[in-house]
């Protein structure tokens, strides 16, 4: 049962697994927010909602997708956490009815989707904010900014990782397109938005190494991928998900008078075995809820700032197509195990 009356910012979640339930809470700590929790399974949805403490001190009620769109003058918003493979119907019904969204990645499953949830976007006139918290970390921003000031001097080469340290499960696996769209598709959208150049040529490799059932889906659990940038940027990416020493997630951006590197830091899961080294020093990091808990609060919060009008969209439903372009063609070049230009994937 939805409240009818309430003040602040009424947002529906929809989907509480995994990274939702972290979205959720998140939600529940922005003081302006009245939250309800809709998940396809009604008790995980209630399970959700009753495990809340809301800054707001109103109740967070629990329903169905179905039943937020059955109302939608009851919401002021809506934060999709659903698998990869709900998101363009769900994107579409909040343009059909006009309620900002923000979609955790990727947008759609395939360009021809994505390009139709733009355009819907784009119609309907609503916000949309994509979910890639890496824009919202500090390291990652300040990367940006030096290579953006040019105290990098001339970027000439990239280097980033994003390696879980435990697989996801099948049911996570069976739904989530792939370890390049799923996984990778962070690193993309990261050397994009801090370079501020686009990739023109990739090759991939990738293998099976762990659980069978990537195999069953297509998928594979450890992939590696050489992109060139517009501008003669040599780019090396790695994705694992079988990291034993921890979440690894780290971009080292190299330039002719200096370097920057994201996710050098105590947590790192890194071994040196270099006599009397003594970085790093604490417990790694377990997995991407730890790691980027801070970013999720502060993507969320500005969400809610685009919602309110007091800021506007700082990863807009367009900043989705590109990086799944990408995406693919390393899936293409994977599959075909050649090099793809990037003008080959057209939707
Ligand atoms: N930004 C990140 O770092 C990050 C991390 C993990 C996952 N994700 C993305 O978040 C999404 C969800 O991933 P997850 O790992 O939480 O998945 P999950 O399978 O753990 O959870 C999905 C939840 O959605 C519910 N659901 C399914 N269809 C629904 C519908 N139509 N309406 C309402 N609820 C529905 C399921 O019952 C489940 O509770 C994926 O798109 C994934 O790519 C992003």
Known sequence: MVQTTYSGIH????????????????????????????????????????GL?????????????????????????????????????????????????????????????????????????????????????????????????????QVHRVHMLTCDQNPPPESFVAMSGGIWRDCLIHDIDALRWVTGREVVEVMAFGQVRGADYFRTYGDIDEGVALMRLDDGTLVTAQTSRNN????????EISGTRANATVGLEPKVPLVSVEPGADFPGSEPWVDFIARFADCYGRELRAFIDVVAGRATSRCDAREALEALRVAIALGVSYEQGRPVRLEEIQS
């Open 11 to 50: 947002c529906a979640l929809l989907g509480a697994g995994r990274i939702g339930r972290g979205h959720a809470a998140a939600l529940a700590a922005i003081e302006e927010v009245v939250l309800t929790v809709a998940d396809a399974d009604p008790e995980r949805a209630r399970e959700v909602a009753q």
């Open 53 to 153: 403490k809301p800054a707001s001190g109103t109740a967070v009620e629990h329903t169905t997708a179905e039943q937020v769109f059955a109302c939608p003058e009851e919401y002021d918003a809506v934060v999709i956490a659903t698998p990869t493979a709900t998101h363009e119907e769900l994107v579409l019904s909040c343009a059909r009815v006009g309620l900002p969204f923000f979609c955790e990645k990727p947008l759609a499953s395939d360009l021809a989707g994505t390009q139709r949830c733009i355009d819907a976007v784009s119609q309907a006139g609503i916000a949309s904010q994509i979910g890639f918290q890496r824009r919202f970390d500090p390291a990652y921003s300040e990367a940006r900014r030096r290579v953006r000031a040019g105290e990098l001097g």
């Open 244 to 251: 034993g020493q921890g979440y690894d997630v780290r971009m």
